[in-house]
T-cell receptor
Framework: GAGVSQSPSNKVTEKGKDVELRCDPI?????LYWYRQSLGQGLEFLIY????????KSGLPSDRFSAERTGGSVSTLTIQRTQQEDSAVYLC???????????????FGPGTRLTVT | KQEVTQIPAALSVPEGENLVLNCSFT??????LQWFRQDPGKGLTSLLL?????REQTSGRLNASLDKSSGRSTLYIAASQPGDSATYLC????????FGEGTQLTVNP
């Protein structure tokens, strides 16, 4: 079956512009996660959705970052007034409904490489 | 705060060798530990997931063990092949999934 998909695969934007990144989880997966992978900083958790609600958004680095999920499926991560330090690969993952955030295996998408010039 | 460390950071071996990748975590209150593979420019591929109640999981030439009390996990790769070359990440799940920095593996033909 289809895996997690993300779009765009690459995005180059000017500093100060807003960007939207999209994630389509595996059908039937109710949990959805966003991570950021920066050069030299490893993979960091950003936000987690269960259904359309976000029980844990504590990983978002600033109020310029926001995310939403509609219909228990597609999610968008929005970065406003982008800065050069936002340049990274943004990864999305999904998993089956879990009683706790991380009890089930997470399946990752290919990521969106964001470059802020 | 959970911290995950992977040793070594990089490893280069000749084809056919058996090898062990190490992962340690500071908080033993985890739900599971997951091993991933990441190829350059690609996302993460899940290899093995060990639930906190389990001691090991096997898939083909891969075997992962978990010792919660000592905060350690190992990934054993048998009879390594050039196609195994990738970065291997371990991640511990508590209130969130915390990743190590990864081990970059190169298997030389």
């Amino acid at each position: 079956g289809a895996g997690v998909s993300q779009s765009p695969s690459n995005k180059v934007t000017e500093k100060g512009k807003d960007v939207e990144l999209r994630c389509d989880p595996i059908s039937g997966h109710t949990a959805l996660y966003w991570y950021r992978q920066s050069l030299g900083q490893g993979l960091e958790f950003l936000i987690y959705f269960q259904g359309n609600s976000a029980p844990d958004k504590s990983g978002l680095p600033s109020d310029r970052f926001s995310a939403e999920r509609t219909g228990g499926s597609v999610s968008t991560l929005t970065i406003q007034r982008t800065q050069q330090e936002d340049s990274a690969v943004y990864l999305c993952a999904s998993s089956r409904l879990a009683g706790t955030q991380s009890s089930y295996e997470q399946y990752f998408g290919p990521g969106t490489r964001l470059t802020v010039t | 705060k959970q911290e995950v460390t992977q040793i070594p950071a990089a490893l280069s071996v000749p084809e056919g060798e058996n090898l062990v990748l190490n992962c340690s975590f500071t908080d033993s209150a985890i739900y599971n530990l997951q091993w991933f593979r990441q190829d350059p420019g690609k996302g993460l591929t899940s290899l093995l997931l060990i639930q906190s109640s389990q001691r090991e999981q096997t898939s083909g030439r891969l075997n992962a063990s978990l010792d919660k009390s000592s905060g350690r996990s190992t990934l054993y790769i048998a009879a390594s092949q050039p196609g195994d070359s990738a970065t291997y990440l371990c991640a511990a799940s508590g209130s969130r999934l915390t990743f190590g920095e990864g081990t970059q593996l190169t298997v030389n033909p």
